[in-house]
């Protein structure tokens, strides 16, 4: 039972122009969503956060849109870099106690093009 | 900053043994400490929640007698993998977050190949 999905496996983009990275959940206890970037054989990198009471966080280039009737948010990168190309990984948490679990989606690889 | 190291970051063992695997929050305290296990081209799955002075709290089908947990202060969480199998061999990815709040913090991953 996948509660985080990401459907697109991958995307390219030309350089300079807007990435989109989608996410579907369907777990409504969710209240915190995180995009993280990866690299190959390292840690998951912490980008950006959105909490299940705001709809829209943006920090730089990028921005989370959080549409929580449709269960659905997106990573818009804007203008997109060669250096952003990374798997990117959509995560939701519930807290539960004094930590969250995150549940993480599959991953979209991107990969910006000159 | 919230950085959080792990060592080893590479690790060849042979079948049978036993490889230990630390996880440290250099600039933060970390009451809890998270597990998990990410496959070729997959995506990262829990393994289990790891609580300072407390039993660990492992994921529906994680063996908790193979994979022993231990969290003895609130900067240092460590996996130890027993009597590894070449199935285990993976990418264990260990995070760490602030009290009360959302994000987590992740190592750079060891990667484990039992032979």
């Known amino acids: 039972d996948q509660q985080v999905k990401q459907n697109s496996p991958s995307l390219s983009v030309q350089e300079g122009r807007i990435s989109i990275l989608n996410c579907d959940y369907t777990n409504s206890m969710f209240d915190y969503f995180l995009w993280y970037k990866k690299y190959p054989a390292e840690g998951p990198t912490f980008l950006i956060s959105?909490?299940?009471?705001?709809d829209k966080n943006e920090d730089g280039r990028f921005t989370v849109f959080l549409n929580k009737s449709a269960k659905h948010l997106s990573l818009h990168i804007v203008p997109s870099q060669p250096g952003d190309s990374a798997v990117y990984f959509c995560?939701?948490?519930?807290?539960?106690?004094?930590?969250?679990?995150?549940?993480f989606g599959t991953g979209t690889r991107l990969q910006v093009t000159l | 900053g919230a950085v959080v190291s792990q060592h080893p970051s590479w690790v060849i063992c042979k079948s049978g043994t036993s490889v230990k695997i630390e996880c440290r929050s250099l600039?933060?305290?970390?009451?809890?400490m998270f597990w998990y296990r990410q496959f070729p081209k997959q995506s990262l799955m829990l393994m289990a929640t790891?609580?300072?002075?407390?039993?660990?709290?492992?994921e529906q089908g994680v063996e908790k007698d193979k994979f022993l947990i231990n969290h003895a202060s609130l900067t240092l969480s460590t996996l130890t993998v027993t009597s590894a199998h070449p199935e285990d061999s993976s990418f264990y990815i260990c995070?760490?977050?602030?009290?009360?709040?959302?994000?987590?913090?992740f190592g750079p991953g060891t990667r484990l190949l039992v032979l």
């Open positions: 790891s609580n300072e002075g407390s039993k660990a709290t492992y």
């Open positions: 995070s760490a977050g602030k009290s009360y709040e959302e994000t987590q913090y």
């Open positions: 600039d933060f305290q970390a009451t809890t």
């Open positions: 959105i909490s299940s009471i705001k």
């Open positions: 995560a939701a948490s519930a807290l539960t106690g004094t930590a969250s679990k995150l549940t």
